[in-house]
């Protein structure tokens, strides 16, 4: 078990390696991932299920605790990613798939690699945990509102189909992993320390399995999807960054509302452009999970440099005075 726990510890680390790894091999050998499409749901449904088993009682406690920080977190992820996501479609004429997979992706709720990114960044991961798990839980009801909002204007949207999805995606397989939980917790606290191995697998496959389906069209227009990714990513960053400190927010809280918009959870993303649009819908979210694995760690790295004036001072006046 000690074995299995170290080896999900050095996958999970080198998630952004294996990503891209399965990702450039679908893409060369297409034939050889297709058929994971037809799993795509249920690999999702697994990843949500773990998020079920971490979920607890004190992920929620933050909200009463600090109504605000959280405010701010859960309506930064929801309002500045998918009106970017639509400006940048309209200003760079995307052609109306790849509109609608930005789109898309951009109005997912936030990803749990975000709180790892956190972690190392030493922002806030009380905070990170709470948004994600906020909303993830409001994602049956606030993402297809988006979608129907934004994506609109490129293809018909059926706000009840897409509900029904993400309940069943999403918000089943939570409910599934808090239930086993309580009731089997000591093992669901050992298996935990594997979940990682698990959703590593999951992703990667996700991944694999959309660039696969759609690699004649990502062979005409991956480049164009790759820097629009980057520029919805880095961005996000940005502005939800720039956000938090709008709300006088300090720089741990900065860092956590910062990479909490910028990551997305690109696995519902594309689960949901296989079941309701087409295969280069889903595209976007496939690059969007390659592109946020590499530059997550690389925002981690330079948050990690970063301090408060105060900080500095202290750290300063210290080594005068040695």
Aim: glycine share 6%; proline share 4%.
């Amino acid at each position: 078990m000690k074995a299995l726990e170290r080896f999900s510890q050095f996958v999970s680390s080198t998630f952004a390696i294996w990503v891209l790894i399965f990702a450039t091999m679908a893409y060369l050998f297409p034939s050889s991932f297709t058929w994971i499409g037809q799993y795509i749901t249920i690999l999702l449904g697994i990843v949500m299920f773990g998020m079920g088993l971490t979920i607890s009682g004190s992920d929620f406690k933050e909200v009463f605790k600090r109504p605000k920080d959280v405010a701010v977190g859960v309506i930064g992820q929801f309002l500045i990613m998918p009106s970017l996501a639509f400006i940048l479609a309209k200003v760079l004429q995307l052609p109306p798939e790849i509109a609608v997979g930005v789109i898309l992706v951009g109005c997912c709720p936030g990803g749990t690699s975000s709180n790892v990114m956190t972690f190392l960044s030493k922002g806030d991961v009380a905070l990170s945990v709470t948004v994600t798990s906020i909303t993830t839980i409001l994602a049956p009801f606030v993402t297809p509102a988006l979608i129907l909002l934004f994506a609109s204007e490129w293809i018909d949207i059926e706000p009840s189909s897409l509900f029904i999805s993400i309940v069943q995606v999403v918000l089943i397989p939570i409910i599934l992993g808090l239930i086993v939980q309580k009731l089997f917790n000591k093992q669901a606290k050992a298996s935990v320390k594997v979940m990682p191995l698990v959703s590593v697998i999951a992703i990667v496959a996700i991944v694999s399995a959309v660039v696969a389906g759609s690699q004649e069209r990502i062979a005409e227009t991956g480049l164009i999807i790759f820097a629009v990714v980057v520029l919805h990513n880095v961005l996000g960053y940005l502005i939800g960054y720039l956000f938090a400190k709008v709300f006088k927010m300090n720089l741990a809280k900065r860092k956590a509302i910062a990479i909490e918009v910028g990551m997305q959870n690109s696995g519902l993303g594309a689960t949901l452009a296989n079941a309701h649009f087409s295969p280069l819908a889903a595209v976007p979210s496939a690059i969007f999970s390659v592109w946020h694995n590499i530059s997550g760690p690389i925002l981690a790295t330079i948050f990690r440099k970063m301090k408060e004036k105060n900080e500095v001072n202290v750290d300063s006046d210290t080594t005068q005075s040695t």
